[in-house]
């Protein structure tokens, strides 16, 4: 296959072929120049036909059973006619940078089902080990013809605002019977929840789980919701006994449904869009800073001096800045 031909790319997407698929995001996850510049072309084909599916944002406690329950809601869309694509987005290898796979591995009848496609990628570097090409990725997957996005985030730092930035529904899975019941949960992602869900609620947890969500009912009526349209649910569930999964999608639904009626979908995708491309030109902006010859020059020595307690980090960040001023690079 020739580098050059984005059209080559821009058919196999569309045909659902997933070497194809699977090639271009990878072309979109490159840093190298040339495999940017082919990506963006081939990004650009593809806009007109994504934008159709509904983009369902998971996140969750350490040992809450994430993978289980995209599983579990998985399986259960891809028998129920969806074609489903899962964005797991994995901690980054400390060594080579690379994906932990173990996601794909742990979601084992989702991963062979023909109606899923599952792909793992490294966190990188992006703050709250969201990927940076998350979005992209997730537009490829709905020109692909993919009806229904699941991104999950590994939970940690600010993955959470991140995610929810990029999808229509934002789930948050908790777990009952740990003590604290408001445990590795902050206020600011209760804000962000478009429904908490109480995961392991079988057997002798069952009424720990129930209690559990009377707590995060009580805890969501003492915030303002953010839009008159909905009032963020609380449910319990078993990933493992397949329970509650349907009503937990039955409620990503009517949500769907009221914000397509009232227009907000419509006016929360453009306000995301537009927040993506600041977040680009930020992003561009400090490779561009980087990058530049005298910033490159100067850093070290600053850095030292920074260190050292001979020069303060304000001044030394406005001499940095000033060399971009006089230079006009930027």
Known sequence: MRLSDPQEYVQGVRSCDRRLLSKTITLVESALGPHQE???????????????????GITGVPGVGKSTFIESLGMYLVNQGHRLAVLAVDPSSARSGGSVMADKTRMEQLATHPGAYIRPSPAGETLGGVARKTRETMLICEAA???????????????ETTVASMVDFFLVLMLAGAGDELQGIKKGVLELADAVAINKADGANLENARQAAKIYQMALHLLHPATPTWEPAVLTCSALEKTGVETIWETVLRHHSAFSQSGELEQKRRNQAID?????????????FRQHAGVAARLPELVRAIGSGITAPTAAAAELLFLLDNSGDI
């Open 38 to 56: 082919l990506a963006r072309q081939i990004l650009d084909q593809l806009m007109p036909f994504s934008g159709k599916a509904l983009r369902l």
């Open 145 to 159: 013809g993919y009806d229904v996005i699941i991104v999950e985030t590994v939970g940690v730092g600010q993955s």
């Open 276 to 288: 993506w491309m600041w977040a680009l030109v930020e992003e561009g902006l400090k490779a561009r």
